[in-house]
């Protein structure tokens, strides 16, 4: 059975979003979809009329001008994972109200690396024609993200899991006003569903070090406290770390603003060790 995530309706209408699916999309082998200069044009004036339309825009113009040198990994498991931005305007009572924020979920305790923090996805099926259908599909079951309700904007360079058998693919999506959508988590796979603003991701103060071993060596990962955020007592701590903190790292380059200075530091000097253990 599924457990009800408690929203509060928005008082900003906003257009329903268009499907994730487009007619001209040709898969080139790889999960990939080429889509024409006609459906791109008709896709940045819907987002034009959206709350935070300057940041989408900009962002899906970035991602598109990238697309052609996406870094693509192959490995006999492929998985693709979802970055929901959503509206938080009037929504939840621990998201600063009228942010572009980041929907996360906290996996079920029973799950491998249960009650880690993660982005709704998993496994490409057969039957998934891109790695957007796998995101949205995936997304769908995990939360009740409904998939029409995506409006995907790119992809982000392939990444792989710890143990280098999973290729896992980041697709960034926008799912609108928060309010409007109908989550509900699947009580197998997530144990809470939260959001965090994008402001205070790129927030420099708000990412710490910490150490972490890896196959008999240290490493220090950055991490972001979202106790706060995903309702944990005052004192406990909740953290955003690994693959899922380098997939957000990679989003906040696309962004206006781009990534903190602490976590293109930590990369330049090779103290954060993420880009050599997950590309």
């Given at each position: 059975a599924r457990s009800p995530i408690p929203v509060r309706c928005s008082l900003l209408p906003i257009t329903p979003c268009l499907h994730v699916s487009y007619p001209d999309e040709k898969d080139n082998g790889t999960g990939n979809t080429k889509r024409s200069r006609r459906k791109r044009t008709g896709q940045m004036s819907w987002l034009a009329n959206t709350v935070h339309s300057q940041v989408l825009m900009k962002l899906e113009r970035s991602l598109l001008v990238r697309a052609s040198r996406r870094r693509e990994i192959v490995r006999k498991r492929h998985a693709a994972i979802l970055l929901p931005l959503v509206n938080t305007e009037i929504a939840l009572e621990r998201t600063d109200p009228g942010e572009l924020s980041l929907l996360l979920t906290r996996r079920a305790a029973s799950l491998q690396m249960g009650g880690q923090i993660a982005f709704p996805g998993g496994k490409v099926d057969a039957t998934d024609r891109t790695r957007e259908v796998t995101a949205t599909r995936e997304a769908e079951e995990e939360v009740g993200l409904p998939h029409d309700a995506v409006q995907c904007l790119g992809m982000l360079d392939d990444m792989h899991t710890l143990d280098?058998?999973?290729?896992?693919?980041?697709?960034?999506?926008?799912?609108?006003?928060?309010?409007?959508?109908?989550?509900?988590?699947?009580?197998?796979?997530?144990?809470?569903?939260?959001t965090v603003p994008l402001k205070h991701l790129q927030d420099d103060r708000c990412w710490v070090s910490k150490t972490h071993e890896w196959q008999g060596s240290s490493y220090s990962f950055p991490h972001f406290e979202v106790a706060h955020y995903s309702g944990e007592l005052p004192g406990q701590e909740e953290r955003l770390w690994g693959l899922s903190a380098f997939a957000v790292m990679r989003l906040l380059e696309e962004l206006p603003g781009g990534s903190p200075a602490s976590l293109r530091r930590w990369e330049r000097n090779g103290e954060c060790i993420l880009s050599r253990l997950f590309v």
């Open positions: 280098d058998k999973v290729a896992v693919t980041p697709v960034v999506g926008y799912c609108g006003d928060l309010s409007l959508l109908p989550l509900v988590a699947s009580s197998s796979e997530v144990s809470k569903i939260f």
